[in-house]
């Protein structure tokens, strides 16, 4: 078991890439916390999984855009399961707007979520991997946090801010035994590209070398590994898991 006795906290958890990091990392022997928004589907499928997985999963509801509700929800963490070994800081949004006309409310909005919500939750789990000396945090960029795209301005702006502010939270973690590293998925198959039209889609899909779109636990399986102890000695990175989308 690759996370065995690990407690590991996972933002946006009830679906899509989350989802399937929930599963993963209880299959894994972890014991889990799904963090997501109240009202979603989360709570009623962790109950599930703290069946099948025998009380290895609980729900807490959080909104990554307040402090109080991030400070709570790591509280609560550490209270129920006694410490915190990884995150998955994976909770986010999406929004297409063109530059010249994003509304002020929508680009907040998305840089709220997708970068300081990112913060918040990096801040609030160090101070209890730090007094454990030990710990593995995993950011959730984006093939766009280090490529442009037509009308993601404010996606791109959060998610190249997540990619470096991972290099300043490693750098400044790495003395207190805390690695933090970011991911890159390229187009996943999730909820998310409900956003995109069938022949963007299709666009998008000729982009990445492996032609095809990924799946959540192929995005999984790399937060699982960064979150393990197989990545020892990877901090500050930037592991792409895009098909290929960043190699030409
Ligand atoms: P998804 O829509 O399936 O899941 C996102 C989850 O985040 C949802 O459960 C949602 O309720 C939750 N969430 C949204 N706002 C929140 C908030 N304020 N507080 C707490 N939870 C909140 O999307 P996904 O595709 O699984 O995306 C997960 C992550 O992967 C995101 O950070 C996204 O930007 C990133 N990503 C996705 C793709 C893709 O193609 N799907 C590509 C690159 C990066």
Do not use: W
Request: proline share 3%.
């Amino acid at each position: 078991m690759r996370l065995q006795d690990k407690v590991i906290l996972i933002t946006g958890g009830a679906s899509g890439i989350g989802l399937a990091s929930v599963e993963r990392c209880l299959a894994e022997g972890a014991r889990v916390a799904m963090a997501d928004l109240a009202g979603s589907a989360g709570a009623e499928k962790a109950a599930e999984l703290d069946k099948q997985y025998a009380g290895r999963c609980i729900f807490t509801a959080v909104d990554v855009t307040s402090t109080e509700q991030v400070n709570q929800m790591v509280t609560d963490v550490v209270a129920k399961f006694g410490r915190l070994d990884g995150v998955f800081n994976n909770a986010g949004i999406g929004g297409i707007n063109p530059a010249d006309s994003y509304p002020d409310e929508d680009f907040l909005r998305i840089i709220d979520v997708n970068l300081n919500g990112v913060f918040r939750v990096a801040r609030a789990a160090l101070k209890p991997m730090y007094a454990q000396g030990s710990g593995s945090i995993v950011n959730c960029a984006s093939i766009l946090g280090v490529f442009g795209q037509s009308g993601t301005a404010a996606y791109t702006a959060a998610k190249g801010g997540v990619v470096n502010l991972t290099r300043t939270l490693a750098l400044e973690g790495a003395a207190k035994g805390v690695r933090v590293n970011a991911i890159g998925p390229g187009y996943i198959d999730t909820p998310l590209l409900s956003l995109l039209d069938d022949a963007t889609k299709q666009f998008l899909i000729g982009l990445h070398p492996l032609g095809r779109l990924g799946r959540p636990e192929e995005v999984a399986n790399a937060a699982l590994f960064l979150m393990s102890d197989e990545a020892s000695f990877i901090t500050g990175a930037n592991l792409m898991v895009d098909g290929g989308f960043t190699a030409g």
